[in-house]
């Protein structure tokens, strides 16, 4: 029996009317990829209705492994976030029309709270894989940024979490936005797809270092 992994990618936010991360992660439906099966479901570009998603996503296939997905428009290669933190920034407004401004994700939760993958071991299976990547330490303070302080607020509360991983990865523009946005970076939906399915290859790998990515902490 193989493991659940939920994937989830979000619809097409601000000028764009595409979302690469929902293009990507469709792709991979139904898949298996080594222990997971692979469930993916498109969450809303919403402050308001992306958390309920993601939690009845994860009620529905209880998954051992979350990983989110989102657009990061202009980053030139596929980014693992390490920290999500507990504030809602709006630069433009969300699909809803919402646009807060110094908002908690969460009332009174923590700071921040780090990423449960192995960032620095799936950089280097991206690495191994040919497949331009790096860390990043910040997923900003729009929506991806408030899905994923969520979801490691639903791992850190959930009391069966042995086990349970979870985090964010930013993805690039594909050629095709980044044609009409000028002098942006891209990726190739192959190369962005062969990506994902390197990170869920190896997202169980033990991270090589570790202050903190792979333990539960909040900040
Ligand atoms: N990217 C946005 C939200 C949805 C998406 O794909 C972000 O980086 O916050």
Not at 92 to 116: F, H
Not at 123 to 138: E, M
Not at 184 to 205: F, K, N, P, Q, R
Request: net charge negative; glycine share 10%; with cysteine.
């Amino acid at each position: 029996m193989s493991n659940n992994l939920l994937l989830t990618g979000f619809d097409p936010f601000g000028a764009d009317s595409i979302n690469p991360s929902w293009e990507a992660v469709r792709s991979l439906h139904g898949r298996t990829i080594g222990k997971y099966h692979v469930h993916a479901v498109q969450l809303p570009t919403s402050f308001a209705r992306a958390g309920a998603a993601l939690r009845e996503a994860m009620g529905a296939y209880a998954p051992d492994t979350v990983l989110c997905i989102g657009q990061a428009g202009g980053r030139p290669d596929i980014t693992l976030e390490r920290v999500a933190i507990n504030l809602m920034d709006a630069r433009i407004a969300d699909n809803d029309g919402a646009q807060p401004t110094d908002d908690e994700v969460i009332p009174g939760g923590p700071a921040a709270y780090w990423s449960l993958l192995p960032v620095k071991a799936l950089r280097q299976a991206l690495q191994a894989a040919g497949i331009p990547c790096s860390i990043s330490y910040t997923a900003g303070t729009f929506v991806c940024n408030a899905i994923f302080y969520t979801l490691m607020h639903e791992l850190h509360m959930d009391s069966n979490r042995t086990g349970k991983r979870g985090g964010f990865v930013h993805i690039p523009y594909l050629p095709e936005q980044a044609a009409v946005h000028s002098n942006a970076a891209s990726m190739s939906l192959s190369s962005i797809t062969h990506g994902l399915e390197t990170i869920i290859l190896h997202v169980d790998d033990v991270e090589q270092t570790g202050c903190s990515a792979g333990t539960l902490h909040g900040a």
